[in-house]
């Protein structure tokens, strides 16, 4: 026997194309594990070592299918030996029989002393093999738990499996790895305790390691959105002209500079946003109505995604009259709510007539002649709105994307804007922030972008 | 040879900071939490606040990467150079404007009240001044806090020219650097603005020190080798006792030190110092004055330039030492710092999959002519009147054989035989061992085995095999390379074969 990893070791074992990549994908996010219908990719173990500040503290196996049980099986029966025996008996037996490759190999953590989770589709029926593998697991003994994979959603066969599952396996559990998200995740790597519990405190320091690292992942994600918040915020464009025949090419250019730097933005962002959810390899593709597919500045985008007219217009409207409060009090009470009332008035005006304007130019007279075309910065109320609806969009398609699907599937296009749905005070708050980054200087800048990021974290929260 | 980080903030360490920051903006996120979290683990416990961290991290930064053009050293470089100019500027302009208000022909004695209207009230103005705005910056910050700014402006101004000229200097950096040093100073200095307004407070002392030794220096000298007689007069005043007044304020600081006579002049000598053109050739008092003059440049121009330097210099200690790095800007590499190193990934596989480079013959489809068989398991979830229909090519008329295991198909000479085969799942090694077992049996009797995929059963009806298991079926075979082994499947397509 070789020598037992001192760490908790864990073999995912099952019948080919049942989705043991699948599993393991999700559970490590990995998306180099090679995903396919075709069975047979895996012909070797694949080992996935959680690794903690350099030390391995639990380690997952990726194993080839069972290619011969019911032939395994039957030899197994006659030997009249069962555990670590029985084991060490195939392996001298089938090490070198021709076919016998595959089942070979899936035996090896085993010798390692790996605990398994068996791993079915039970979207199938219940076939005699299956019942042949559980029964081969059972006599070579191992921890062992059952992952039920639901590869459709088909559940008439859940009753055969269950009835078959008690009879060879105290923990099951249901994982559905292409729709599994975090929270799924670790309920399963919870589960994993229940195998064996001298392993429990090494589980616990995985799970708690998965914890801490997600939660910094969403923090780093609203660091790097109010960047590029601000970023486009803040932004102007300028370009100049001396003929009046020449103004509307250089106010074309002017937009469309404007425009392409902040799409460029956001696509950076996008793929921060990736990298921190770790999907680097697997070139994941949106799914075909998502509002994300389209064009930052279109008018489908600016329709689907940021605030109602009503929703925008109250939101400014108290963003208006509590920038007006502020001024009321510096004048000691002296101005009795009026430039509240002023504020209010005016956001609310603005946002209302104003709200669905994309982009606005300005002309400024050069001293020494000609024009200059200023594009930005954007005062349109709906514009951080937009570009924070598009890019939380994005974070929720990236963060709840599990590793073992392959397609772009969403599950729910019908109404993609998330601050539509958010408290309004947020709504508020989120374009009181917005407003004051575009106007202020270096010093103030700081404070509001650290406004804003907690209003941003607020949202994702909420 | 660059020079290591020491163990205090500095104003070029801040520079160095955000360069580094800013040059971290381009790089990859994963290999800088890598990076910045070593630095922290290897800190002490004790020094685990963003301010130690935060230097330890520029210190490794400065000795793995260092920069080409380093911010930093290029502040300390123009703020010597500068240093240095004003010195002498200060200095000479200091010696010229005493020379000129000490000037005598031997005719008319130096006027006491020019000299003081030079060299000492305009520097006690701006000494009030600057208190004036200090004052009101500590009690209303918020509404004052502009103050700084053009001081701030002339830092940023200064190193952008020295920043300029290196960048324009031949083997200097590329021209890219000019926007990334454009962003680089206003940034830092909308962070850090103060102290930089503070580091130009010092430096226009050094201007007022310079100006006040240069001053002093010519002063004495004119004393030491020259005979000047020293007078006063006004057409403000005539009143000795009024003069008498005001001297004895302005000497207030040194009054009780060097006293009447000797640290300013006494009632009686101002009296016998006045200037009265034509009505006298000599003063008796004339030397009375210059102790007093001497005192007023010390005390109104180099001793507070001297003070406020200093203070500048510890306020900006006080400054750097409370530097907190809590603000937005900085959150983001704190954070790299404390996250957590998680790896989850697989190791690669050096393996491939398996692979045929031989095809299974294909044949077109065709009407089944024999009877078909079919796994007594696979009929236990399969209706047979289903099958029959389901079957596309098959006939109503046809059979279904019963059979326990691969092994019993018998087949017979010439004659094809058509297999039912569940094909919703990919095949095993096990299965196909015993269809190429019999589709060998079949070779022998020459006939071919045609193989009828199922897609999967449901309790509602059958679904379709699809297209892509019919396709695993077919590659799965192609290993065997067993020539007359054909496949057809049931999907909505039509035959897979």
Known sequence: ?462 | MKKPVGPRWTLSHLLQFEQYLKLDEQTDSAAQAQRDRSVFQRLPANQHTRPRAYLAWLAQRVNQSPLAVDAGALFNRAYGGTLWMLLLIGFFMGAAMSYGALYYDGTVPVNVAIFLALLVLPQLLMLVLLVLSVLLSLLAGRWFSAWYRPAAKLMQTLLAASWRRLVARPGGAQQDQQQLQQELLQQTLGLHGPLFANRALRLFQVVGVAFNLGALACFVLLLAVTDRAFGWQSSLTDSPALVEQIVSGLAWPWREWLGAGVGYPSLAQIEQSRIVLAAQSSIPQAAAWWPFLLLCVVFYGLLPRIAVYLFAALREHWLLSRLSFDTFHYQELWRRMQSIQLHSFGHASPHTAEASTVHTPITAQQTISANAYVLQDTLARYRQADLIHWLPFASSEQQLLIIDAFSDIAPAAGKPIYVVVEGWQPPIEEVLLALVDAAKRAAEQHSDLHILLLGKPGKVGNKPISPRMAEVWRKKLDLHQQANILVHADSAQGSES
């Open chain 1, 1 to 462: 026997m070789q020598a037992t990893p001192s760490h908790p070791l864990i073999a995912v074992i099952g019948h080919p194309n049942e989705g043991k990549s699948s599993v393991l994908s999700t559970l490590t996010e990995d998306d180099t594990v090679v995903v396919n219908d075709y069975p047979g990719e895996t012909t070797h173990c694949q080992y996935f070592p959680v690794v903690i500040g350099g030390e391995t503290i639990l380690e997952l196996v990726d194993t080839p299918g069972f290619q011969n049980p019911q032939n395994i099986l039957q030899w197994m029966q006659q030997q009249g030996s069962t555990d670590d025996a029985l084991l060490a008996a195939f392996l001298a037996e089938f090490a070198n029989q021709a076919g016998y490759e595959h089942d070979c190999e899936l035996m090896q953590p085993l010798v390692k002393g790996a605990a398994l989770i068996y791993v079915v589709d039970c979207s199938r029926p219940l076939l005699p093999v299956d019942e042949a593998e559980m029964e081969i697991l059972r006599l070579i003994n191992k921890p062992r738990m059952a992952i039920i994979n639901f590869k459709d959603d088909d559940r008439d066969y859940f009753e055969d499996w269950t009835q078959a599952f008690r009879r060879h396996f105290n923990v099951i559990r249901e994982f559905n790895a292409h729709k599994a998200r975090f929270q799924e995740r670790i309920a399963l790597l919870e589960t994993l305790k229940a195998i064996q519990q001298s392993w429990e405190p090494a589980i616990n320091r995985a799970i708690d390691a998965f914890n801490d690292d997600w939660q910094n992942r969403r923090e780093d994600a609203v660091l790097a959105i109010t960047e590029y918040l601000t970023y486009a915020l803040r932004l102007s464009v300028g370009r100049t002209f001396s003929d009046e025949s020449k103004r509307r090419e250089a106010e074309a250019k002017a937009v469309a500079d404007y425009q392409q730097k902040i799409a460029q933005y956001e696509q950076k962002l996008f793929k921060r946003i990736r990298h921190l959810y770790h999907h680097t390899v697997f070139d994941l593709e949106l799914a075909d109505h998502s509002v994300l597919r389209e064009d930052l500045f279109s008018e489908t985008t600016w329709d689907v995604l940021g605030l109602t007219k009503k929703q925008l217009t109250i939101a400014a409207t108290g963003m208006g009259a509590g920038l007006g409060v502020t001024l009321d009090m510096a004048t000691g009470g002296l101005s009795h709510g009026l430039f509240a009332a002023a504020g209010a008035l005016f956001a609310g005006g603005s946002a209302y007539f104003k709200g669905a304007e994309l982009t606005r130019v300005k002309l400024k007279a050069l001293p020494l002649g000609g024009t200059k075309i200023v594009v930005g910065p954007n005062q349109n109320p709906q514009f951080p709105v937009v570009l924070l609806d598009r890019a939380l969009l994005y974070l929720n398609e990236i963060a709840n994307h599990a590793h073992g699907n392959r397609s772009g599937d969403s599950p729910d296009l019908t109404d993609q804007s998330v601050l539509r749905h958010v408290d309004s005070s947020l709504q508020k708050q989120l374009l009181k922030y917005a407003h004051k980054i575009t106007k202020s200087g270096y010093g103030e800048l700081e404070e509001n972008q650290q406004k804003l990021n907690q209003v941003i974290a607020s949202v994702i929260g909420s």
